[in-house]
Protein backbone atom coordinates (compact mmCIF):
# COMPACT_ATOMS: atom_id res chain seq x y z
CA UNK A 1 0.00 0.00 0.00
CA UNK A 2 2.81 2.35 0.77
CA UNK A 3 4.56 1.80 -2.58
CA UNK A 4 0.95 2.86 -4.40
CA UNK A 5 1.35 5.79 -2.07
CA UNK A 6 4.88 6.67 -2.79
CA UNK A 7 4.48 6.41 -6.45
CA UNK A 8 1.72 8.47 -6.20
CA UNK A 9 3.16 11.73 -4.50
CA UNK A 10 5.92 11.16 -6.68
CA UNK A 11 3.69 11.21 -9.64
CA UNK A 12 1.98 14.45 -8.01
CA UNK A 13 5.64 15.91 -8.03
CA UNK A 14 6.35 15.36 -11.62
CA UNK A 15 2.98 17.28 -12.07
CA UNK A 16 4.15 20.18 -9.97
CA UNK A 17 6.86 20.26 -11.88
CA UNK A 18 5.41 20.77 -15.49
CA UNK A 19 4.76 23.76 -16.91
CA UNK A 20 1.98 24.49 -18.76
CA UNK A 21 3.72 23.72 -22.47
CA UNK A 22 5.22 20.86 -21.34
CA UNK A 23 1.45 19.57 -19.96
CA UNK A 24 -0.44 20.89 -23.27
CA UNK A 25 2.33 18.82 -25.13
CA UNK A 26 1.38 15.35 -22.96
CA UNK A 27 -2.27 15.88 -23.37
CA UNK A 28 -1.90 16.48 -27.63
CA UNK A 29 0.77 13.06 -27.87
CA UNK A 30 -1.96 11.03 -25.84
CA UNK A 31 -4.42 12.48 -28.12
CA UNK A 32 -2.16 11.37 -30.74
CA UNK A 33 -2.04 7.72 -29.20
CA UNK A 34 -5.94 7.40 -29.04
CA UNK A 35 -6.10 8.01 -32.29
CA UNK A 36 -3.12 6.01 -34.01
CA UNK A 37 -4.79 3.25 -31.45
CA UNK A 38 -8.31 3.62 -33.39
CA UNK A 39 -6.42 3.13 -36.40
CA UNK A 40 -4.82 0.28 -35.62
CA UNK A 41 -8.42 -1.09 -34.65
CA UNK A 42 -9.67 0.16 -38.05
CA UNK A 43 -6.73 -1.42 -39.91
CA UNK A 44 -6.55 -5.10 -37.94
CA UNK A 45 -10.52 -5.59 -37.34
CA UNK A 46 -10.52 -8.95 -38.92
CA UNK A 47 -7.03 -9.98 -36.46
CA UNK A 48 -8.60 -8.42 -33.59
CA UNK A 49 -12.39 -10.51 -34.11
CA UNK A 50 -9.73 -13.26 -34.81
CA UNK A 51 -8.69 -12.52 -30.84
CA UNK A 52 -11.39 -11.90 -29.27
CA UNK A 53 -13.11 -15.46 -30.94
CA UNK A 54 -10.08 -17.39 -29.25
CA UNK A 55 -10.84 -15.79 -25.91
CA UNK A 56 -14.36 -16.65 -26.37
CA UNK A 57 -14.09 -19.99 -27.08
CA UNK A 58 -11.17 -20.20 -23.93
CA UNK A 59 -13.16 -18.45 -21.54
CA UNK A 60 -16.29 -20.22 -22.20
CA UNK A 61 -14.95 -23.88 -22.00
CA UNK A 62 -13.14 -22.88 -18.72
CA UNK A 63 -16.16 -21.01 -17.32
CA UNK A 64 -18.12 -24.59 -18.08
CA UNK A 65 -16.20 -26.62 -16.53
CA UNK A 66 -15.28 -24.62 -13.21
CA UNK A 67 -19.73 -23.72 -13.03
CA UNK A 68 -21.25 -27.02 -14.34
CA UNK A 69 -20.24 -30.36 -12.37
CA UNK A 70 -22.62 -32.44 -14.25
CA UNK A 71 -21.02 -33.73 -16.98
CA UNK A 72 -24.47 -33.82 -19.04
CA UNK A 73 -25.15 -30.28 -18.19
CA UNK A 74 -21.37 -29.21 -18.79
CA UNK A 75 -21.78 -30.46 -22.48
CA UNK A 76 -25.28 -28.37 -23.01
CA UNK A 77 -23.57 -25.74 -21.24
CA UNK A 78 -21.22 -25.87 -23.93
CA UNK A 79 -23.41 -25.95 -26.77
CA UNK A 80 -25.15 -23.22 -25.92
CA UNK A 81 -21.68 -20.65 -25.28
CA UNK A 82 -20.99 -22.09 -29.12
CA UNK A 83 -24.03 -21.28 -30.39
CA UNK A 84 -24.22 -17.35 -28.62
CA UNK A 85 -20.67 -16.89 -29.69
CA UNK A 86 -22.09 -14.85 -32.99
CA UNK A 87 -23.93 -12.85 -30.60
CA UNK A 88 -20.92 -12.56 -28.28
CA UNK A 89 -18.52 -11.22 -31.01
CA UNK A 90 -21.18 -8.71 -32.15
CA UNK A 91 -21.02 -7.46 -28.37
CA UNK A 92 -17.15 -7.99 -27.48
CA UNK A 93 -16.46 -5.90 -30.99
CA UNK A 94 -18.62 -3.05 -30.43
CA UNK A 95 -17.22 -2.79 -26.86
CA UNK A 96 -13.66 -3.51 -27.92
CA UNK A 97 -13.83 -0.23 -30.67
CA UNK A 98 -15.48 1.36 -28.16
CA UNK A 99 -13.57 1.53 -25.30
CA UNK A 100 -10.22 -0.06 -26.00
CA UNK A 101 -8.26 2.67 -27.88
CA UNK A 102 -8.57 4.89 -24.60
CA UNK A 103 -7.95 2.10 -21.87
CA UNK A 104 -5.14 1.27 -23.72
CA UNK A 105 -3.77 4.75 -24.21
CA UNK A 106 -4.57 5.22 -20.36
CA UNK A 107 -2.50 2.69 -19.40
CA UNK A 108 0.31 3.38 -21.73
CA UNK A 109 -0.04 6.81 -19.99
CA UNK A 110 0.55 5.54 -16.65
CA UNK A 111 3.37 3.26 -17.50
CA UNK A 112 5.63 6.22 -18.56
CA UNK A 113 4.50 8.63 -15.92
Known amino acids: MS ?9 AKAEMTKTPEEMR ?7 DINILLENL ?10 IIDCLYDVG ?4 ANRKVRWRFANQATKL ?12 AWRWFRKNCPQLITDWLASKVA
Open 3 to 11: EAIQVTSQA
Open 25 to 31: REQERLR
Open 41 to 50: LANEEATIKL
Open 60 to 63: SVNI
Open 80 to 91: IARSSKPVFRVI
